[in-house]
């Protein structure tokens, strides 16, 4: 994992992603080089029993991205979602994922208004299995991510330039959208005591957490 940290640091230098499909591809394709191995992460793949997904900060980069574990609670799925004009890459580590993905409103296809009256427009499903890459933008459309097993979690690597802590969430049969929080926590305690096999017991937050916060399952609402 440290190895692709720093690849991914010389590949997007001190501008991040940008507008640069050649620099977009690059990092993709070292998205796509990395072979899942659960030693490399496990200790960054939290979880909160009964939460939908955890989001756990791996590399806040050079500042122009962050990357992030999530865990997907079984069954379990994000709301329909923007990405605050940030490139998303996604890589699934372990287990199993499908994306969905919709058109904007059709009264608010520039996204800037979070009105709307008409249901969202399914325009895919694509199965997501372990080491596939998926890429989304806004330009693309919005979507939502789920793990459809009920009997498996599923865990995955986020990359998002440039980083951002809020989203619009939608509904999916009006269209209408609010501002949701999205942080990532980051642990200041002993990985080794805190996680074993992504299944401790410990929250979503804006901030660093004790260990103290993390036995108590201190958590902010996330999406």
């Known amino acids: 994992m440290q190895d692709l940290v720093s ?10 992603l940008g507008d640069d499909l050649r620099t977009v591809h690059k990092v993709k394709q070292l998205m796509h080089s990395y072979v899942s191995q659960s030693d490399d992460w496990v200790q960054h793949a939290v979880y909160h029993e009964g939460a939908r997904y955890t989001r ?10 962050n990357l992030l574990i999530l865990v997907w609670g079984e069954g379990q ?10 490139h998303c890459m996604m890589k699934l580590l372990a287990g199993e994922l499908d994306e969905q993905l919709y058109s904007w409103p059709q009264t608010d296809n ?19 299995r372990t080491n596939s890459v998926a890429y989304m933008h806004d330009k693309i459309g919005l979507h939502r991510i789920a793990n459809p097993s009920l009997t498996t979690r599923a865990v995955s690597l986020h990359l998002h330039s440039p980083p951002y802590n809020m989203c619009k969430t939608f509904d999916e049969s009006t269209g209408v959208a609010v501002q ?15 996680n074993q096999s992504y299944s ?19 958590a902010i609402t996330s999406i």
Do not use: W
């Open 77 to 86: 799925s994000s709301p329909i979602h923007d990405h605050a004009g940030s």
């Open 110 to 128: 520039d996204s800037s208004s979070s009105s709307s009256s008409c249901a969202l427009e399914l325009r895919r499903t694509a199965a997501l």
């Open 180 to 194: 949701s929080s999205c942080t990532a926590q980051k642990l200041t305690t002993s990985v080794a005591t805190v």
């Open 200 to 218: 401790c017991s410990t929250g979503f937050a804006a901030t660093d957490l004790t260990m103290s916060q993390l036995q108590q399952g201190t």
């Open 56 to 65: 756990n900060l791996v590399d806040d980069g050079n500042g122009k991205y």
């Open 7 to 16: 690849s991914l640091n010389q590949a997007m230098g001190s501008s991040g």
